[in-house]
């Protein structure tokens, strides 16, 4: 995933312009954080609140504040405040407040670690709204990517005293990457009062490459972890509630984030449609989604989006999975895996929530990933031979564990097809071969 560094000047809603304020500065220290000691306060507490109540909505865990980070990002509050907001993510050293010249640097400078990425968002003020939170995930879509990214687990804010103008620095970590099964999306499923504009007041403007200074709302899909798609085998489609396709950019950089870029404002009190869909550079595995927001109606009074609250659907349909997964014990990564559902394996549906489908599966019930899932199919068997001395393996690779051997010229029953691969049941015992090693009649 590339490294991202933004900056963003909002205030700006349907209507208005960004106006950066002058901001407070606090005394910047570079000894090294006392973990077990150290306070948070009420600002930064609340910005935690907030970004963890938009991470929910999206479907994402929530993330801890980490005083290292916070400690960084308050170092460099204060150099910014007293050398100048044009320095952005830079500190240049003999400055007064100097920490470190990246974000890096300044968070190794207070003892904290950098783990596998970190992040740092910028935000200059805001003019119509506190909650400078809000804009960076809803106004700021590069920003949003940061904050919402799926993978971050710790923060660190630095915030102006009493939230005035909201929150000045953000740093975020990658502790450690870990499997996410589920892909994410925003504006989220059913959200309501979507800002209809983006005016471009970003920095680095993702506007620039297309030689326009505003656009519609911009949609971010966050692909399922461990997925690679090339830009040829995704696509990321917007209509409108006639059914019309909304004329987008898509922009999308091999990082597991694809944005639709409208290329005009979208239309007001309106309800759209998004459908992403992809396909699996080397797996061949497919999936996305389909989901819909509707847009503020036209008035000058900022309204902040809504989400509804997450409803459950009760169904009782047989699928099968588009690869293993743990059945985990609630609908949750972070929850007990009661065991693991092989590629192809069947479950029984009961109830959808979400992104989450509890299921039935060998006696056991819990939750698996609804994009995970497909509708279940009997299989069509057919009869075919073993053309040379042939390995089984327990999953759709040679670096697989053999199950069996089958010798040339044997009778197998062929029961599934995925990609270049068979899975065969020979005697009482399943696996899968290479189909090019099968053929219709015994060889001589």
């Known amino acids: 995933m590339r490294k991202q560094m933004r900056t963003i000047m909002i205030g700006m809603l349907a209507i208005g312009v960004g106006v950066a304020g002058v901001l407070s500065s606090p005394a910047s220290e570079t000894a090294q954080v006392e973990a077990a000691g150290y306070s948070y306060s009420a600002d930064q507490i609340q910005a935690l609140a907030t970004l963890n109540e938009y991470r929910k909505e999206a479907g994402m865990n929530p993330v801890t504040l980490d005083p290292f980070l916070t400690k960084a990002a308050t170092n460099h509050y204060a150099y910014?405040?007293?050398?100048?907001?044009?320095?952005?993510?830079?500190?240049?050293?003999?400055?007064?407040?100097?920490?470190?010249?990246?974000?890096?640097?300044?968070?190794?400078?207070?003892?904290?670690?950098?783990?596998?990425?970190?992040?740092?968002?910028?935000?200059?003020g805001t003019r119509l709204y506190s909650d400078s939170m809000y804009e960076l995930a809803h106004n700021a879509p590069l920003h949003r990517e940061t904050i919402l990214?799926?993978?971050?687990?710790?923060?660190?804010?630095?915030?102006?005293?009493?939230?005035?103008?909201?929150?000045?620095?953000?740093?975020?970590?990658?502790?450690?990457?870990?499997?996410?099964?589920?892909?994410?999306?925003?504006p989220v499923p059913n959200m309501k009062n979507v800002n209809p504009l983006f005016a471009g007041n970003e920095i680095p403007n993702p506007l620039k490459d297309y030689g326009i200074d505003q656009s519609g709302h911009i949609l971010t899909y966050w692909l399922p972890s461990e997925i690679t798609v090339s830009e040829d085998d995704l696509t990321f489609v917007l209509k409108d509630s006639k059914g019309n396709t909304v004329p987008a950019?898509?922009?999308?950089?091999?990082?597991?984030?694809?944005?639709?870029?409208?290329?005009?404002?979208?239309?007001?009190n309106e309800t759209y449609t998004a459908t992403v869909k992809w396909k699996a550079r080397h797996t061949g595995e497919t999936g996305g989604r389909t989901w819909s927001f509707t847009t503020m109606a036209n008035t000058s009074t900022p309204v902040k989006p809504t989400t509804p609250p997450v409803t459950s659907v009760k169904e009782s349909k047989d699928y099968t999975l588009i690869k293993g997964q743990p059945l985990y014990a609630s609908n949750s990564t972070k929850s007990k895996q009661l065991v693991q559902i092989p590629t192809n394996g069947k479950v029984r549906s009961i109830e959808k929530r979400s992104s989450w489908m509890k299921v039935t599966y060998n006696g056991k019930t819990g939750w698996v990933a609804v994009k995970n899932l497909k509708a279940y199919v009997a299989p069509k068997t057919e009869s075919k031979y073993a053309n040379k001395n042939m390995k089984a393996y327990t999953t759709r690779s040679t670096k697989g564990k053999v199950a069996f051997t089958v010798p040339k010229g044997k009778k197998v029953t062929r029961i599934a097809?995925?990609?270049?691969?068979?899975?065969?049941?020979?005697?009482?015992?399943?696996?899968?071969?290479?189909?090019?090693d099968l053929s219709s009649s015994a060889p001589k």
């Open 80 to 124: 910014l405040n007293t050398n100048g907001h044009e320095l952005l993510h830079k500190e240049v050293k003999g400055h007064k407040g100097f920490t470190g010249i990246t974000s890096k640097d300044r968070v190794k400078a207070v003892g904290g670690s950098i783990g596998q990425l970190v992040e740092e968002n910028i935000v200059f």
């Open 249 to 268: 950019y898509l922009d999308f950089f091999y990082s597991g984030v694809a944005k639709l870029i409208p290329k005009k404002m979208l239309n007001y």
């Open 149 to 186: 990214n799926p993978d971050i687990q710790s923060v660190g804010f630095a915030v102006e005293e009493g939230n005035k103008r909201g929150m000045k620095v953000v740093l975020v970590r990658i502790n450690e990457y870990t499997q996410r099964d589920s892909d994410h999306v925003y």
């Open 417 to 436: 097809v995925n990609g270049s691969w068979s899975q065969v049941k020979y005697g009482s015992k399943t696996g899968w071969v290479a189909s090019r």
